[in-house]
Structures are given as C-alpha cells and as structure tokens.
C-alpha cells in the first residue's frame, strides 16, 4: 500500500523528474512529507513566481519538462504568471498544486481557489485529481501532453486528502496518446510547391522562430538555410538556431530588429517562416506585413496559422520532419540566381545605421561583457530595454544559449530562471541580466542563489526608471514620464551583500574609451569567470533608449534611429 504522495512521486521519477522547484503549504505538505528518499530533488524558492519561472528556465535550456509545486489558494494562484508564460513561449511545464480535502471543494474552505478553472484558458491541458486510483494515469497523461506537439504547461490539481489515501500500486504507467488524423495533404507534394514558388521568386527570405529550436531541428534547418543562401533572419526566441557568422544572416526582426532585417523582410515577395507566430512585434501593421510577399507558413500547431496575416501555403507538422522532406525535394531543383537580391539586403548600405548606438555606454558595456563570455555559456535576459540590448546584440552559436520571456514579457522572469539554467547546466557560464525594475520583482531569489552557492553571473542595468516605458513616454507621451520614476530605488551592492554575494559596481565613465582599459576588462574578466555567484551594477544613463525601433501600429519599413 502506497500513499497517493508516495504514488506521485513515483510517477514523476518515472517521467524522468529529478529536480523540481516549489514552496511549502498546507495542502500540498503530504507531498513535501514524502520526498526525502524519493529520488526527486527540491527546489526552495522564496516565491511560488520564482519556483515556476525557476522550473521554466531548466525546462528551456534542456527541453525537458520542468515542474513546479505549491500549495492551495495564494500558492496556486502565485504560479499563474509562470503558467501563462510557459503557454506564451511554448515551454513544457507541469505545475502540482495541492487542493482543500475533497469534501470541502466548494465550500470556500480556507485556501480554497478553483485552480482548475483560474488556469483553464492558459494550459494545453489541466486537471483536478478525483480520486487516488486516478494519480498514475493523470500524471502520464499530464506529461504526455506537455511535451507533445507544440510544448506548453499542464496543471494537476490534488486534493490533499487523495495524497494521504493509500491504495495497491503496481507502479507507474505509460499514456497511450490517441490516433493522429492522417495528413490531409502528402508532405512531398506540398514540397513541391514550395519549389516552384521559389523558382518563381525574386526576393526570397527565410524567418526563424522558436520552432526550429523546440523541434531539435536546428541542423536539418541550418543544413537548408546553407543550401538555399537567401536572406534570413530571426525572431527574439530563434536567436541562435542561425548561425550569427552567417553570411546571409541578418539578425533579429521586428520592433527592434536590424535595419537589414527589417527592410528585407518589407521587400520580400516570398517569405518561408519556420516555426515562428508572427506576433505582433515581428510584423508591426499586420496589413503592411511583408505586403508583396507568398507566405510559406511550417507550423506543428494549426492553431498559430493564419492569426495575424493569412499564409499561402501552410505546412502542418514538426519541422524535424518537414524540414528533411523539403530538403529532399529542393536537392533535385535548379534555383534561380538570388546574387542581386541579397547584394542588397546583406549589403553594408543595410547594416549601417544599426551602428549608430554603438557610442552608447550600454551597449559597450555589453559588448565588452558578451565578448568576454566562455563558449557555449547561457545570457538570461528579464524584460525591458536591457532585454532588447542583450538580444541585439548577443551573438549566440547555441538553439539555447539566449533565453528571455517573450510573449508574455514577465518582467521579474530573469533572476529565478537563472536558478533554474544553471542547476540544469553546473558547469556552465550563466549570465542574468536585468533592469532595476524588473530585478525588484523577485529580488528576494539572492537567497536561492546564496543557499545553493549558484555561480550565477547578474547584471543589474541601472537607469533608475522603467526604462522601456519610459521610453514610448518619451517618444510618444510628450516626456509625461508618469509612474516611471524609480530613482529612489535602493542600493543593489549593499542588498547583495546583505545576500551574502559579492557585489559591485560600474558606470559609465569606465566606458567611455574604446576600448575599454585594461583596469575594466580585468574587472569583467574576473566577475564572469568567479567560481562564486557575483552581482554588477552597471549605472545606465536614465534617457538612454533602444534603437532600431518600429512604433507601435507602423509597418517594419518605418523604423526610427537613435539621429532621428
């Protein structure tokens, strides 16, 4: 006879699970009084948030899924962000929340929140346990649909009376997944017809997306991309499923993508996205939207066709699929010469303005710093105008070596998902970086990182503002710098310290020469490469913006520059 806690843990070893993040409560207790000997290793975070954006982190950089617990009502309802992210950003996620004893479901029982019903709309699937024969089977199904298809979070919801029952367990089992429907269409045939739209094409590009890297495809992709040598480019989450030395590689796209980017993707008159929503910050107007292109649409989720701007020819399926059967078929066509075409959109006429912030002592700071980095390691980003700086201007060789939360844009994400990157990756270089704002929001994770002894690497961008808001107030509100004001924030060397990690910090005066002396880089040298976690400030000019930049509701040929 098991306990029903005894019989989840024991599915999740069986789904792989060593590691999972959560913080302790009343309902969920019966589980945490069953972990020790159990093969799982938690977690303490000292918020529900960060446990979940902790469990996101570790399940982006390796794949696999990540779990957080927590307990009823404000535990549960602690997790919502993480969840709504993790659907946002397609990130395979299991949150276990415990439940009041099952009489007492609907009573308004002390802690008592409809877990079920409050996550309904931002799960793949979800589930309030009934009974304590059903644990094993929901656990499997749970995970099963985490992974599958296109990645997202599931929630199973436990009351805590099921996890103290006991029953006969003959052990974990295994979710047989329903039939697919069969292709409506043969992927050869569709194949084809993408062939003879690129032989009919003049200006053919390429936008990659978060797919190409969930998929595991990112070899088979760079492998056609080679072959193919037409312009491309990436969204925030396919940074790094290109190679960056590329030379028909033009960076990142959108509200603050590359000139080149940008233009290219303007000009088109046939666009293949590869695993990519084409949210509203990659296509600005939707209406003005590659407005003389065919749209060759490889997507695994039906459901992100045709949102935004309608595509010619969608091709449903996982891109490590459809991505080889392509590339069978385009390895027997002739294509046209594209040699006039990306002359232009690769040429240095289309780079040039994206140089122009070079001046600025962020982005010196940060070049400085990446340039620094030992291979392979991973930069977390939080969100805001340090997030658009780091991603500009990363140049990342991994599929999962840039990590930020993007459609949901959490601010707050950095930090925990940094604990989460580097239990999963211990010898590897982890870099944070953060805004003042954002970093306030689970500052209180210092004691995470402390505890575990994390040799994380933070990066506080200090401009003592909201900054990205700061900045549309600037551009757009006529300097009405309402609520952004964050210059009595407090001092983050000495709230490290009180953290018991070394801190320090840096200004912009240190940047100002270029290079930069050898007194600075002996500085960035040594901070990225302590065995122990260490916190820099990097003290930010308040009215410093991000450029390129597509305002809001034009279209991606209507960037501005920092001269404008």
Not at 13 to 22: K, N, S
Not at 132 to 153: C, H, L, N, Q, T
Not at 443 to 464: G, S, Y
Not at 513 to 522: H, I, K, L, Q, R
Request: proline share 7%.
């Amino acid at each position: 006879m098991l306990k029903g806690a005894d019989i989840v843990l024991q599915c999740l070893r069986a789904e792989g699970v060593d590691l999972v993040f959560g913080y302790p409560g009343g309902a969920i207790m019966p589980l945490y009084d069953a972990l020790e000997g159990s093969g799982v290793r938690h977690i303490l975070t000292r918020h529900e948030q960060g446990a979940v954006f902790a469990a996101e982190g570790y399940a982006r950089v390796t794949g696999k899924v990540g779990v957080a617990m927590a307990t009823s009502g404000p535990g549960a309802t602690n997790l919502v962000t993480g969840i709504a992210d993790a659907k946002m950003d397609s990130v395979p996620l299991v949150c276990i929340t415990g439940q009041v004893r099952t009489a007492m479901i609907g009573t308004d029982a002390f802690q008592e929140t409809d877990v079920f019903g409050v996550t309904l709309s931002l799960t793949k699937w979800s589930r309030l346990v009934r009974t304590v024969d059903e644990i094993a089977e929901v656990i499997a199904e749970g995970f099963y649909w985490a992974r599958s298809g296109r990645p997202g979070p599931v929630v199973i919801d436990i009351p805590t009376d099921l996890m103290k029952a006991k029953k006969e367990f003959s052990g974990p089992v295994k979710f047989t997944p329903p039939d697919k429907p069969a292709p409506v269409e043969a992927v050869s045939s569709i194949t084809d017809t993408i062939v003879a739209m690129l032989q009919q094409a003049k200006k053919p590009v390429a936008l990659v997306g978060a797919g190409a890297k969930l998929s595991g495809a990112t070899d088979q992709l760079r492998q056609l991309l080679d072959g193919l040598n037409i312009p491309t480019f990436a969204t925030v989450h396919g940074l790094g499923a290109v190679l960056p030395e590329s030379p028909y590689y033009l960076g990142m796209v959108g509200m603050h993508g590359t000139r080149a980017a940008n233009m290219a993707l303007h000009e088109t008159d046939l666009l293949l996205v590869f695993g990519a929503r084409l949210d509203d910050r990659v296509t600005g107007d939707p209406t003005r939207f590659a407005p003389e292109a065919k749209i060759v649409h490889f997507e695994i989720d039906p459901a992100q066709l045709d949102r935004v701007r309608a595509c010619e020819l969608p091709v449903i399926g996982d891109l490590a699929e459809t991505i080889p059967a392509f590339q069978a078929q385009l390895s027997k066509a002739s294509l046209p010469d594209w040699n006039p075409w990306r002359a232009v959109a690769c040429g240095p006429e289309r780079a040039k303005l994206d140089l122009t912030g070079l001046a600025q002592p962020t982005i010196r700071f940060l070049d400085e710093l990446f340039r620094r980095l030992p291979q392979d390691s991973v930069v977390i980003a939080d969100v805001g105008q340090h997030q658009m700086w780091a991603a500009q201007r990363y140049q990342s060789s991994s599929p999962r070596g840039f990590i930020t939360s993007g459609g949901l844009g959490a601010m707050g994400f950095a930090l925990p998902a940094a604990v989460g990157v580097q239990l999963a990756k211990p010898e590897t270089c982890v870099l944070c970086v953060s805004g003042d704002g954002g970093f306030q929001m689970n500052i209180q994770e210092l004691a995470t990182v402390h505890r575990l002894a994390l040799p994380i690497k933070l990066v506080i961008v200090d401009n003592k503002y909201l900054g990205m808001v700061r900045q549309w107030q600037q551009l757009f509100y006529q300097r009405n710098y309402a609520e952004t004001d964050l210059s009595d924030n407090p001092d983050f060397v000495e709230i490290a310290k009180a953290y018991k990690i070394h801190a320090w910090r840096l200004n912009e005066d240190a940047l100002r020469e270029y290079p930069v002396s050898d007194e600075t880089g002996d500085l960035l040298e040594s901070f990225l490469r302590s065995p122990e976690p260490e916190l820099l400030v990097f003290d930010c000019h308040p009215e410093a913006n991000v450029y390129p930049m597509v305002p809001a509701g034009a279209a991606l040929s209507e960037m501005l520059f920092e001269e404008e």
